[in-house]
């Protein structure tokens, strides 16, 4: 069963309960499954870790074709015909490997809906909506901040006594936060939202990676609640 937890929430109220125990909580998601009728999940468990597994070996072949087009800078011009064809190779797998996960993803109807939401924000693509779709399944079911803290882009403090240090971001998921970096290297060229918060951090002097950082935030925090109002983007959400 799929159910947005502020939509039980408002069940609740709606029927008068107010207490809260397990047993209570319990009882209550088996009435509002039996009242409401959600959809049922239709991603099975095993296409779930199909899509993980494409992901982590698209993640290889993105490293190879690095490490080769690395190599195709130092090396002599005359070895440059032995570098090409496997580069070719590469990108025709990585092609291959993006063409069966937009097939799993038209195969269920949740995360297809899912997909389109979150490649609707400009700037957006396909690699972080595969990142969010196979390593995020929270997405849409968390409040704004957990969501942050998930990616690995919510500042936490560094207080003890007198001492006041800098607030940094720790922890979260760094395969999505990488991939949502470099989606925002895009956003703040193509993105007339994204890029005036960018511009405007670096004229209060901010460091630029603290601003990409800032944007990325967000960036979560739209697409958190896009995905879970089911709502397609629109500029004044920023």
Request: charged fraction near 25%.
């Amino acid at each position: 069963m799929i159910a947005n937890p502020v939509n039980i929430k408002r069940f609740a109220g709606a029927i008068g309960q107010k207490a809260k125990t397990d047993k209570l909580d319990a009882q209550l998601i088996a009435y509002f499954g039996e009242a409401i009728k959600p959809p049922l999940s239709s991603l099975k468990p095993e296409q779930m870790r199909l899509m993980s597994d494409l992901l982590s070996r698209r993640r290889q072949l993105m490293d190879m074709q690095t490490m080769e087009k690395n190599r195709s800078q130092i090396m002599p011009k005359t070895l440059s015909s032995l570098i090409k064809p496997i580069l070719t190779a590469l990108k025709n797998q990585i092609v291959k490997v993006d063409l069966k996960l937009q097939k799993l993803i038209k195969e269920c109807d949740e995360y297809e809906a899912k997909n389109n939401i979150i490649q609707s924000v400009p700037g957006v693509g396909n690699v972080v909506a595969f990142n969010l779709l196979s390593d995020m399944p929270e997405l849409g079911y968390v409040n704004n901040k957990e969501a942050a803290s998930l990616v690995g882009v919510a500042p936490f403090n560094r207080e003890s006594g007198a001492y006041q240090g800098k607030r940094m971001i720790r922890g979260g998921r760094p395969k999505i936060r990488t991939a949502m970096y470099m989606a925002m290297m895009s956003a703040i060229q193509c993105n007339p939202k994204f890029k005036n918060i960018y511009q405007r951090m670096i004229a209060a002097g901010k460091p630029k990676k603290v601003a990409i950082i800032a944007c990325i935030r967000k960036l979560v925090v739209i697409i958190n609640s896009m995905v879970r109002d089911g709502v397609m983007w629109d500029p004044k959400m920023v």
